[in-house]
């Protein structure tokens, strides 16, 4: 069987497992779609040529077994509920949260996150950073609850996300970081209306898609190589620096109007001191995003041992219109936010 054979049975086994858990009415089929799900990404990790990626796929699997393993024990715990206190029975559903909240990497259950993005390829950073958080997040809204554990969850991620991407260096670790932040959001929208958290996510993933296929076509890994202005036209770094504030949530970019309706939709649900902390905190992401894209297109770094080359050009011409998209916020912003 050659590699583009197993890549594609185990991408079909992935996603299988991923309806599996969505469409599941019982605990059970969602722990086996979930099992099924990691069991088809581990082998898409691995690469023998390089090891540092199967050091990543190993330590993916042991976080994500433990959380499976917690998962399992309270759902044993939620079926004797009523032979439990309400006490009890809280404790359960904090552990089922934390369980999940774990699998996609939210704080404070982040500490494996930016580790492992940092080894793997572009497109299994794509992955990692949208598709393996369909599941555990569906699942969550299927038994999330207004709590005090919830909100502190939320602006651990937006805090974390914020302060750890300052001082990065390399593109995934940053992107890792944005993930977390995004994570608090998400969660956020979860709690208020789930097509709002449909909406965020769908938008978080076409912008991911926009970033992640300019670094990966133009050999990205490092901050250095963006300020490169010799090796780099500038029309592709505004390409990139407009999906970047876009995806940071800066108006009146398509990144903003996901953050816009949650802010809508808490202050509507009397929440207005959480939404005024998840919102000063999120300033400081688009601090750091635009302070590297003002730095790569106005200062010219030109001591660098790497060299960069488009290695698609197909896919270079299609992205200025993504890029298109992803900067038609605020038309797409007026005419959306009445409907939610």
């Not at 569906?138 to 974390?160: D, H």
């Amino acid at each position: 069987m050659n590699n583009n054979s197993k890549k594609l049975l185990f991408l079909s086994t992935l996603m299988m497992g991923t309806i599996l858990s969505i469409s599941s009415n019982s605990w059970l089929g969602v722990w086996m779609g979930l099992e099924i799900n990691l069991l088809s990404f581990i082998p898409m990790l691995t690469n023998n040529k390089n090891m540092m990626m199967n050091e990543s796929a190993i330590k993916y699997f042991i976080v994500q077994a433990m959380a499976s393993t917690m998962l399992l024990f309270s759902i044993l715990l939620i079926q004797m509920k009523f032979t439990m206190s309400w006490e009890k029975q809280l404790i359960s559903s904090m552990m089922v949260w934390s369980s999940l909240l774990l699998k996609i990497g939210a704080a404070p259950f982040h500490f494996w996150f930016p580790e492992v993005m940092s080894a793997l390829s572009w497109i299994n950073c794509l992955t990692l950073m949208t598709w393996q958080k369909i599941a555990p997040m569906m699942v969550l809204s299927y038994c999330i609850q207004m709590s005090k554990f919830i909100f502190l969850v939320n602006i651990l991620s937006i805090f974390i996300g914020a302060m750890g991407g300052l001082n990065q260096t390399s593109l995934k670790k940053g992107f890792a970081y944005s993930s977390i932040s995004h994570l608090g959001w998400m969660t956020s929208s979860l709690i208020v209306s789930e097509n709002v958290w449909e909406l965020y996510f769908f938008i978080y993933s076409l912008l991911s898609v926009i970033l992640i296929l300019l670094f990966k076509n133009m050999n990205l890994f490092m901050l250095n190589q963006i300020y490169s202005a010799n090796n780099m036209k500038t029309e592709i770094k505004f390409m990139m620096f407009l999906s970047l504030l876009s995806l940071g949530g800066l108006p009146p970019f398509l990144g903003f109007l996901p953050k816009w309706i949650v802010i809508q939709l808490l202050i509507e649900n009397n929440m207005t001191t959480i939404m005024t902390i998840m919102v000063v905190l999120t300033t400081i992401t688009l601090y750091y995003y635009l302070r590297i894209s003002f730095s790569a297109l106005i200062l010219s770094y030109t001591e660098n041992s790497w060299s960069l080359s488009i290695k698609n050009e197909k896919t270079m011409l299609i992205l200025p219109f993504m890029v298109m998209i992803s900067t038609m916020g605020l038309i797409c912003s007026s005419t959306l936010i009445s409907y939610y």
